[in-house]
């Protein structure tokens, strides 16, 4: 699977957008981007997914640059509740591993 | 959406006895589960693979003899700490995976083992 890098620590003023950044250069053309969250002491949330396209759901917005080596994930209004380390991790569907980076610790300031 | 339930979500034993932790898919199949060990401050570590009706996967470094996985049914994996140590003490994940027209890995809520 291809690994990502994302910046360690971002944070974020209450009301505002949140946009955490992900570099997967080396993702293949079959290989998924998705996001989760962890909210301390709690399993990870799932949050989005995409391929190549932009999605959006109820939770936020994930942008995928043309060339897919790297990936924005939006929060467009972002509370307190969304403090949480956000991992962004690349799978191929059916794939037999999930393997996570280390995440970018998104603090959420009032 | 699916959901995982893992149990127990917190165990305090002694050292040198063993604990179960499950996993189940509450509303799906899961012939892949993964287990997870978490430390303060970091981020998951992939133990194993759980497979439905075969052997686990285990990663580079953990003891198969030590950490024992069961995955008997397409809704439940078991992670047994055997003969527990304090550095055993961590937060342990469980994952489902869900796969079909969009592959999905839903998550168990951890279970904090501390051991004494």
């Known amino acids: 699977d291809a690994k990502t890098t994302q910046p360690p620590s971002m944070d974020c003023a209450e009301g505002r957008a949140a946009n955490l950044p992900c570099n997967h250069s080396t993702i293949s053309g079959n290989e998924y981007v998705y996001w989760y969250r962890q909210i301390h002491s709690q399993g990870p949330q799932y949050i989005i997914h995409g391929l190549k396209n932009n999605e959006t759901n109820e939770m936020a917005s994930l942008i995928i640059t043309e060339d897919r080596k790297s990936s924005t994930l939006i929060l467009p209004h972002a509370t307190l509740r969304d403090t949480a380390v956000y991992y962004c991790i690349v799978i191929i569907q059916g794939a037999q591993k999930l393997v996570f980076g280390q995440g970018t610790r998104l603090t959420i300031n009032p | 959406g699916a959901v995982v339930s893992q149990h127990p979500s917190w165990v305090i034993c002694k050292s040198g006895t063993s604990v179960k932790i499950e996993c189940r898919s509450l509303?799906?199949?899961?012939?892949?589960m993964f287990w997870y060990r978490q430390f303060p401050k970091q981020s998951l570590m992939l133990m194993a693979t759980?497979?439905?009706?075969?052997?686990?996967?285990?990663e580079q470094g953990v003891e198969k003899d030590k950490f024992l996985i069961n995955h008997a049914s397409l809704t439940l994996s078991t992670l047994t700490v055997t003969s527990a140590h304090p550095e055993d003490s961590s937060f342990y994940i469980c994952?489902?995976?869900?796969?079909?027209?969009?592959?999905?890995?839903?998550f168990g809520q951890g279970t904090r083992l501390t051991v004494v």
């Open positions: 509303d799906f199949q899961a012939t892949t």
């Open positions: 994952s489902a995976l869900r796969t079909g027209a969009n592959t999905e890995a839903f």
């Open positions: 759980s497979n439905e009706g075969s052997k686990a996967t285990y």
